[in-house]
């Protein structure tokens, strides 16, 4: 089974770059300063216009510049979470020591999950024809909408050719779906290389359907709190280079963390309420898969987003499988906002970084555990720990849950 001494380590997957762009710091190193620090990235929309709303507020990106990432593809022919995504899998080239040239020399995959594609350019186009009829379409923007354009970009801009493509929309769990994706392909030996995780860009689409629903909170997203109000939406891109431990090794690569497995499932029970039994289940199955014990997991990172329901619902499944004392249990969405499908991507970034540099993340907004919830969150200050096992919680619309564990390569098990 994968994850244990003694196993031939071609048959182990390990993140070896890691490429991040969100609103408390693009690039490794900042997503790093800024989880080690809590940032916060809520502030005022500016992406679009926010009149009527009682408050906006949102985890927006505003110092993104495409151009110094883009060089083969221009800028103007990607929407924006293209844009993230293509400069997120140049970041995790980079950040892996992987040359562009021996990835095109490898079959390789590129695998990205998405909850909105390109749902901006959507909004824009809706507005166009709204004020001056279908005949304004701007034909450029057309082109840009589909979302398989989030995976094909990036095969675009390195140039690959022997490379499966694949764009996940199992909503607000594809990052993690993409990354389990990614994990079967490089263990099977399908390929040697896979570029695999998330994206999505703010829109007005999402945040309106979130608002509607009374689900978006005033100024901060507070996950596990009392007081807790609802989600910021966010956006961004999280990318993960993958290969196998032995490739790493050949090649004298960086490990951040091993892949030890992960689960998936859709229990369909609600469209939008989470179900505390399926959860629990998923849970139970990574563990399973990755072949740990509940006892052997050091942090949870939680999906949640901070509204009444996902919180306990969440935390009633952590306690069915943990027990009365689980591990502490953070949210990186107090400082990033709901990204979407790039959200768990980029929590398995953190996580993965968290397993590399000893540290908890912290969960921020935090000033009053819910007495439902029960947990360890990890107020506000991140907690220096040594760190074997992690586990990454995705939890999305229709019951679709991802449950992703990720452990030190170097410790036995």
Not at 321 to 332: A, C, K, M
């Amino acid at each position: 089974m994968n994850g244990f001494g003694g196993v031939d380590p071609a048959g182990r997957v390990v993140i070896t770059g890691i490429g991040v762009v969100t609103s408390i710091g693009t690039g490794v190193d900042e997503f790093r300063a800024g989880l080690r620090e809590g940032r916060s990235g809520a502030k005022p929309i500016t992406a679009f216009d926010t009149t009527g709303f009682a408050h906006a507020n949102a985890c927006e990106i505003t110092d993104f510049e495409p151009g110094r990432w883009l060089r083969t593809v221009p800028a103007g022919s990607l929407g924006r979470a293209s844009q993230f995504s293509v400069a997120a899998a140049v970041m995790a080239l980079r950040d892996g020591g992987l040359a562009e040239e021996r990835l095109r020399s490898a079959p390789s995959l590129v695998s990205v999950g998405t909850t909105d594609g390109e749902s901006r350019d959507l909004d824009h186009l809706v507005a166009v024809e709204v004020e001056h009829g279908p005949e304004a379409f701007d034909p450029a923007v057309v082109a840009r909408v589909p979302a398989s354009r989030l995976s094909t970009a990036i095969v675009s801009e390195l140039g690959l050719s022997d490379v499966e493509v694949v764009t996940i929309p199992t909503a607000c769990a594809a990052g993690n779906y993409a990354i389990g994706y990614g994990f079967d392909a490089i263990r099977s030996g399908d390929v040697e290389f896979a570029l695999v995780g998330g994206a999505d860009a703010l829109c007005r689409k999402t945040f309106t359907g979130f608002y509607r629903l009374g689900t978006i909170a005033p100024e901060a997203c507070q996950p596990f709190d009392r007081n807790r109000k609802g989600i910021l939406t966010g956006e961004g891109a999280g990318i993960l280079l993958l290969e196998s431990l032995a490739s790493a090794r050949e090649r004298g690569a960086r490990v951040y963390a091993e892949i030890l497995g992960y689960a998936l499932n859709c229990d369909a029970h609600h469209p939008v309420a989470p179900d505390r039994a399926s959860i629990a289940r998923c849970m139970a199955l990574a563990h399973e898969r990755a072949g740990v014990k509940p006892s052997e997991i050091d942090f949870i990172s939680a999906h949640g987003t901070g509204t009444k329901a996902n919180d306990v619902t969440e935390a009633a499944a952590i306690h069915e499988v943990f027990g009365s004392r689980p591990p502490s249990t953070i949210s990186i969405k107090a400082m990033i906002g709901h990204t979407m499908g790039a959200a768990s991507a980029l929590a398995s970034a953190a996580c993965a970084l968290a397993i590399a540099e000893g540290f908890i993340p912290p969960t921020i907004n935090h000033f009053d555990t819910d007495p439902e919830c029960g947990l360890d969150c990890v107020p506000n200050h991140a907690r220096e720990a040594k760190l074997r096992v992690v586990q990454n919680n995705a939890l999305a619309f229709g019951g679709n849950n991802a449950v992703l564990i990720l452990g030190d390569c170097e410790q036995p098990r």
